[in-house]
C-alpha cells in the first residue's frame, strides 16, 4: 500500500516521464503505472485528464494504431487497473467509463497480426477483459444500448473460443436480438483432419504402452480420453445403438466404459462428432516439436484458456448488468439448437463445455449457461412441441422446444464425459436449473426420464458436493411443475431401474427395502393397506433419502469430506442430509399421494432431525413436518378431488400430531435461540388438521395455543409473525372459535402485534384479525344472541380501532383490515349504535372504508373495501339510507362499477349496490336513480378494457349487473320510475340483449340457476306491474310490459333451441 502522499508524488512522476523519456522507457513506466493505480482509482481523480482524457497518454498509448504491442499491453494494464472499484469510494465519472469502455471493446475487436507474438497478444485481451469486468462489477454498469450490448457479445464470443484446439470461427462485429442462430464463419483446421486414421490408432498405442504420462503436456488442463482408440470403432458402432433407458454402470468404476450410456443422438448427426475430440494428447516422442517448442505450446494454451476464462467471466458478469428480457433475444447465438439436416452445429456455450481441454473452462462455460437458464422460466414457457407440427414455417414455439431438448441431449452427454469433479458439479447444477426451468408439461415426455436415469448413479460419487448437486437435480425434478405423470412414473420404478444387475450405483446398505424403517420405531404402525398405497416396495427417491438422513455411514469418507465439519460424525456429510432433507421435503408437497403411505415414518424422520444438534438440521426437519401437516391439509379442502377413503385418516393424523406434541416439537419452540428454528416450528404447527386438533387431548391442545400466545410476544419479529399467523389459522378451528375466553384472548394477542414496528409482522396480524373477525360472523350466525353478549364491548371498540387505525397502513395492512372493519361493522348490535362511545369510532371507520374503495391503491386492497361495504349493508341495526355517510358509500360504488380498471373490483362493487334488502336503505329516489343510471352504464362498458387480461372477467360482470339491476326493480318506488322509463327506452336494445344474455347463460350453466334468474325477472315484472297500474293515467311508463318482452324473447329461443 502507498500513502496518499507519495502516491501523488510517485503519479506525477510516471505521467512527466512518459511525456518527457525516450519510448523505450515507456513500457516499464507504465508497468510501475500499473502498480501504483491498482486499487487505488479513487485516489486518482486529479490525474484522470492525464490519463484518459481525450489527448489522456493511456487513451494514445491503447489506440489500435498503436504499434508497439507490448507498449499498448501495458496501458490497457493500467487502464483496467484504475478500473477496479474500491468498496465505499466514489467510482470513475460516466464520461471516463466510456472512454475505458470503448478501448477495452476496440482492443478485443483487433485481430492478431503475423508480427504479434501469441502470448503477448493473449496477455493483451485478458487485461481488456478484465478492464471491462471491473467495470460492470464495480461500476454498476447498465448495459441498455442494443449496439453496446451488441459488440460486446460478439467480442466476448470470439474470446470464448480464443484458441481452443479444432476451431476457429470468426464472428461478426456486432450479435443482434435473433430468433435463430446466426451465421458463425468457421475457419476449417487443417492438421487434426488431415490426419490419417491409421496414426491416431498406432499412436494411441504407442502412448499406452508408455505408462504414466508426461505433467507437462496437458497437466491438470489436459482432458482425458474417452476409450482406447482400438476401442473407438466398437465404440462408435455402441453409440448408434444409444437407448433411452437407464445408466449402466456407477461413475465410481471405469468411466471409459460410460460413453455408450449417453442420451439418444439425433438423426443425421455423426455420433462421434460431439462426443469425441480430435486433438488427443500426444506424447512428447510423437511430437513435431522439441521439447523446448513443447514446452512453448503448453505455456501457450495456458494462455488461450485463461483467455476463454476471462471472456467466460466477463459474460457472467455482462448477464447481471441487463435485463434478461433483453439477454433472451441473443438465447440463440448462445444456447445450442438441434442443427438441420446436413448443416453443422452453431457454436455455443455447450461446445466449450464438451470440447474445451481445460476443466477450469469448461466448468466457466457450465456457469454462465446456469446464469442464462436462471429466471428463464417465463421465456421458455411459450416452448412446445407436444403435438407434432405439419407446417410450411417453424413456429417460435417450435424452435424454443428443439433449442430446449438440444441442450438436455448436450448436458448429459457432458456428464458421462466428464473427468473433473468440480466441473461435473457445475453440469449437474446447470442440468437442476434447466429442469427448474422448462416447461415440461408442453413438451414431449422422456426429457425427464433420461435425467433421472443418468443422474441416478452419481449418488455414490465419491465427490460430496457431485452427490450433494445430484440431489438438488433429484429435488428440481420433482419440484418441477409436479404432479408430472412422467415423474409419477418415474417415483414409482423399482429401486433397481436404472441399475447394473448388481445394483453397484447404489451403495448397499439402500438395498433392503426395509432397512430404514427398522431405523425408525414409529409410536403407530400403519395400517395393513395404507390409503393411497400403490407398491409393496417404497418409493425409491423417497428410501434413498431417509437412508442418507437417518442411516450411519459404511464408506469411508472421501478427500471432499474433509472441507465439511461434520465429516468425523457417524452419520453422511452434513450437506448431503440437508439436500436430502430438502428433496423430501418437495417430494412429499409435489407427490404427497405416494409419501403417504409412509406419513408416520417421515413424522419420526422429522422428529429424529429436530432432535440434533445441528440448528440447519433441526430447521429442515421442521420444514418436512410442515410439508406433511399442509399435504394432510391440502386433502381435507372441501374442493379436494382426493376421495374420502384415499385421504390420511384421521386417526392416523392424531397419532402423528401426538408424537410430535409428545417430541421435540414444544421444546424447539420455547428455548430455541435459533428464530428462524422457531419461526419454522411455529409454521409446522400451524399445519394441523382441524379435525385432528379437535381429537387431541385436552392438554396437547391447551398446550399449543399457549405456545402461540406466548410466542406472540416474542421481540424477534419472524417468530412473532410466525405465531400471529398461527393464531390466525387457529381462530378458524369449530372447537375454539365458540370459546369466547379463546377468542378474546386471541383478539389482545392479535391486536398487539398488529402495533409492531415490523411491518411483515403488522400484514400477518391483520391476516389474522380478518379470520378473527370472520369467526365473530360466523358465530353471530350460529349462536345467536348469547355470543354478542358474552363478547367483551371494551374489545370489540378497540378491535373497530385499531383496524380503523391499520386501514391507512401499507397496502399488505390495508387489505385485511378493511375486510376486519366490514365485518365488525356487521357484528354491531343496536346497543353498540346507540352507544356514544362507539359512534364516532363507527364514523372513522366507515370513513376510512369509503376513501379506500375511492383510493389509488393496489386492487386487492379494493377489492376488500368494497366486500367490506357488502357487509356492512347487511347489518340492519346501521341507519343505511339515512346517515349521511350513506350517500358517500353508494357514490364510491357506483364511481367504480363504472370506471374501475379492474374487473373483479367492478364485480364486487355490484354486489355490495345489490345488498340491501329495502328500498329505504337507498336513500332517496335520485340516489336510487343515481345508482340505476351508474349500474346501465357499467353493463354498456362491461366489454370495454385496455387490459385484455380482464376480458375474461367481462361475463361475471355482466351477470352480477344484471342480478344488481333486476334487484333494484323489484325494489323500485312509482317515484323511481320516470328515470328507469327514461334509460330503458335510450339503451333499451342494448339492455335487453345483456338480459337475454343473462338468461340465456343461466340455462347453459345449471337448470336451478335458470329457475332463480326467471323466478327474480317474474317478481320484478309483477312488483312493477302493481305499481304502473296505480300509476295509470298520471304517467305512461311500462317497464314491466319492456320486461315481460325480455321473457317471452327468452322462452321462444330456449322453445327453438330444444326443438
Known amino acids: 500500500m502507498v500513502d496518499e502522499q507519495n502516491l501523488n508524488f510517485l503519479l506525477s512522476y510516471c505521467i512527466s516521464a512518459l511525456k518527457q523519456c525516450s519510448s523505450w522507457t515507456h513500457v516499464e513506466i507504465l508497468q510501475a503505472l500499473a502498480a501504483l493505480v491498482y486499487n487505488n482509482g479513487p485516489k486518482c481523480q486529479k490525474y484522470l485528464p492525464d490519463l484518459l482524457g481525450k489527448t489522456g497518454l493511456l487513451v494514445q498509448f491503447s489506440d489500435s494504431a498503436q504499434p508497439d504491442v507490448e507498449l499498448r499491453r501495458a496501458a490497457v494494464r493500467s487502464m483496467a487497473n484504475l478500473c477496479l472499484s474500491v468498496p465505499g469510494q466514489p467510482y470513475l465519472d460516466e464520461s471516463y467509463r466510456s472512454v475505458c469502455f470503448q478501448t477495452f471493446l476496440s482492443v478485443l475487436q483487433s485481430s492478431k497480426t503475423s508480427d504479434v507474438d501469441d502470448i503477448t497478444f493473449c496477455m493483451l485481451l485478458q487485461n481488456a477483459l478484465k478492464g471491462i469486468q471491473s467495470l460492470l462489477n464495480g461500476g454498476k454498469m447498465k448495459l441498455m444500448q442494443t449496439d453496446q450490448i451488441g459488440s460486446l457479445l460478439a467480442v466476448l464470443k470470439k474470446c470464448m473460443f480464443h484458441g481452443l484446439p479444432g476451431l476457429s470461427i470468426e464472428t461478426p462485429a456486432a450479435l443482434f436480438p435473433a430468433p435463430l442462430p446466426q451465421y458463425d464463419k468457421r475457419s476449417p483446421v487443417k492438421q487434426e483432419q488431415s490426419e490419417p486414421a491409421a496414426s491416431k490408432q498406432t499412436g494411441n498405442r504407442r502412448k499406452k504402452s508408455k505408462g504414466k504420462q508426461k505433467k507437462g503436456e496437458f497437466g491438470e488442463e489436459g482432458r482425458e480420453d474417452l476409450g482406447d482408440a482400438g476401442n473407438e470403432s466398437v465404440l462408435g458402432a455402441d453409440m448408434l445403438k444409444l437407448h433411452l433407458g437407464g445408466v449402466q454402470s456407477s461413475p465410481c468404476s471405469n468411466r471409459q466404459t460410460r460413453a455408450s450410456d449417453v442420451a439418444y443422438v439425433p438423426a443425421g448427426k455423426d455420433p462421434l462428432s460431439s462426443h469425441y475430440t480430435s486433438w488427443k494428447r500426444i506424447s512428447s516422442s510423437e511430437s513435431e516439436y522439441s521439447d523446448a517448442e513443447g514446452g512453448i505450446q503448453s505455456k501457450m494454451r495456458s494462455y488461450q484458456a485463461n483467455v476463454r476464462q476471462g471472456a467466460l467471466a466477463c459474460f457472467l458478469s455482462a448477464i447481471k448488468s441487463m435485463e434478461k428480457r433483453v439477454l433472451y433475444g441473443y438465447w440463440s447465438a448462445f444456447v445450442p439448437d438441434a442443427p438441420g439436416i446436413g448443416s453443422p452445429q452453431s457454436v455455443s456455450l455447450m461446445t466449450i463445455a464438451l470440447k474445451d481441454p481445460s476443466p477450469k473452462t469448461r466448468a466457466c462455460a457450465l456457469q454462465v449457461l446456469s446464469a442464462i437458464l436462471e429466471g428463464s422460466k417465463q421465456f421458455l414457457s411459450v416452448a412446445e412441441d407436444a403435438n407434432d407440427h405439419k407446417r410450411a414455417f417453424t413456429p417460435f414455439s417450435v424452435t424454443i422446444a428443439s433449442s430446449i431438448r438440444e441442450l438436455h441431449r448436450c448436458l448429459l452427454l457432458a456428464l458421462v464425459a466428464e473427468s473433473s469433479s468440480q466441473t461435473l458439479t457445475q453440469i449437474v447444477k446447470c442440468l437442476a436449473n434447466l429442469v427448474s426451468n422448462a416447461p415440461y408439461s408442453r413438451l414431449k415426455p422422456g426429457l425427464l426420464t433420461r435425467v433421472w436415469n443418468q443422474i441416478k448413479p452419481y449418488i455414490c460419487h465419491k465427490d460430496v458436493n457431485v452427490r450433494v448437486s445430484s440431489l438438488t437435480l433429484l429435488g428440481a425434478i420433482v419440484s418441477v411443475q409436479a404432479p408430472l405423470p412422467e415423474v409419477q412414473l418415474l417415483l414409482q420404478q423399482p429401486s433397481s431401474s436404472g441399475l447394473n444387475s448388481s445394483g453397484s450405483a447404489t451403495p448397499h446398505r439402500f438395498n433392503s427395502s426395509e432397512q430404514w424403517r427398522k431405523a425408525l420405531p414409529s409410536e403407530g404402525e400403519p395400517p395393513d393397506n395404507p390409503a393411497g398405497c400403490t407398491s409393496s416396495e ?522
Not at 590 to 599: D, I, L
Not at 963 to 981: C, E, F, G, M, N
Request: aromatic letters at 8%.
Open 538 to 1059: 417404497p418409493c425409491w427417491l423417497l428410501r434413498l433419502c431417509v437412508s442418507i438422513i437417518v442411516l450411519p455411514r459404511e464408506d469411508s469418507c472421501s478427500d471432499s469430506d474433509a472441507n465439511f465439519p461434520s465429516f468425523s460424525s457417524v452419520y453422511e456429510p452434513c450437506p448431503l442430509r440437508l439436500e436430502s432433507l430438502q428433496v423430501l421435503a418437495l417430494l412429499v408437497k409435489g407427490y404427497f399421494h405416494m409419501a403417504q403411505s409412509y406419513f408416520l415414518e417421515l413424522g419420526e424422520v422429522a422428529c429424529r432431525c429436530m432432535e440434533e444438534m445441528d440448528p440447519s438440521i433441526q430447521l429442515h426437519g421442521a420444514k418436512l413436518l410442515e410439508e406433511l401437516g399442509t399435504g394432510v391439509l391440502q386433502q381435507y379442502k372441501p374442493d379436494s378431488a382426493v376421495a374420502p377413503d384415499q385421504r390420511v385418516p384421521v386417526n392416523v393424523v392424531v397419532t402423528f400430531w401426538t408424537m410430535m406434541l409428545n417430541g421435540p416439537l414444544p421444546g424447539t419452540l420455547q428455548n430455541s435461540p435459533h428464530a428462524t428454528l422457531q419461526t419454522s416450528a411455529c409454521d409446522a404447527l400451524s399445519s394441523i388438521l382441524p379435525e385432528a386438533f379437535s381429537s387431541l387431548q385436552n392438554d396437547q391442545q391447551i398446550l399449543c395455543v399457549t405456545l402461540l400466545l406466548g410466542l406472540n410476544h416474542s421481540e424477534n419479529p419472524l417468530v412473532k409473525a410466525a405465531a400471529a399467523r398461527a393464531l390466525g389459522v387457529y381462530i378458524l378451528f369449530s372447537c375454539l372459535r365458540q370459546d369466547v375466553m379463546f377468542v378474546a384472548d386471541t383478539a389482545n394477542a392479535i391486536l398487539n402485534s398488529l402495533h409492531d414496528k415490523s411491518p411483515n409482522v403488522r400484514a400477518k396480524a391483520a391476516w389474522s384479525l380478518g379470520n378473527l373477525t370472520d369467526t365473530l360472523i360466523i358465530n353471530m350466525e350460529t349462536m345467536g344472541q348469547s355470543f354478542q353478549e358474552e363478547f367483551s364491548d371494551l374489545l370489540l371498540l378497540k378491535m373497530l380501532r385499531s383496524a380503523t387505525e391499520a386501514s391507512k397502513d401499507r397496502d399488505k395492512v390495508k387489505s385485511n383490515a378493511v375486510r376486519a372493519l366490514g365485518n365488525v361493522l356487521h357484528f354491531l348490535q343496536p346497543y353498540h349504535i346507540a352507544n356514544p362511545r362507539f359512534r364516532e369510532a363507527i364514523e372513522e371507520s366507515l370513513q376510512a372504508l369509503i376513501s379506500t374503495v375511492q383510493s389509488e391503491a393496489t386492487m386487492k386492497v379494493r377489492w376488500n373495501a368494497c366486500y367490506a361495504l357488502g357487509n356492512v349493508f347487511k347489518n340492519p341495526a346501521l341507519p343505511l339510507g339515512e346517515a349521511p355517510w350513506t350517500t358517500q358509500a353508494y357514490s364510491a360504488l357506483s364511481s367504480v362499477v363504472k370506471s374501475c380498471k379492474n374487473f373483479k373490483v367492478r364485480i364486487k362493487s355490484a354486489m355490495a349496490l345489490s345488498i340491501p334488502s329495502k328500498r329505504e336503505c337507498y336513500g332517496s329516489t335520485e340516489q336510487f336513480c343515481q345508482i340505476w343510471s351508474a349500474l346501465v352504464v357499467a353493463l354498456q362498458k362491461s366489454e370495454d378494457t385496455e387490459d385484455f387480461l380482464e376480458f375474461k372477467y367481462s361475463a361475471s360482470l355482466r351477470t352480477q349487473i344484471c342480478q344488481a339491476l333486476l334487484h333494484l326493480l323489484r325494489l323500485a318506488k312509482s317515484t323511481d320510475l320516470p328515470v328507469i322509463w327514461e334509460t330503458v327506452t335510450e339503451n333499451g336494445g342494448a339492455i335487453k340483449s345483456y338480459f337475454l344474455q343473462y338468461l340465456k347463460s343461466g340455462v347453459e350453466e345449471n337448470e336451478t340457476d335458470l329457475c332463480e334468474r326467471e323466478r327474480v325477472l317474474k317478481g320484478a315484472i309483477e312488483h312493477l306491474g302493481g305499481i304502473e297500474k296505480e300509476l295509470e293515467g298520471k304517467a305512461r311508463v311500462r317497464v314491466s310490459v319492456y320486461l315481460a318482452d325480455v321473457l317471452t324473447n327468452h322462452a321462444n329461443t330456449t322453445e327453438l333451441t330444444e326443438a
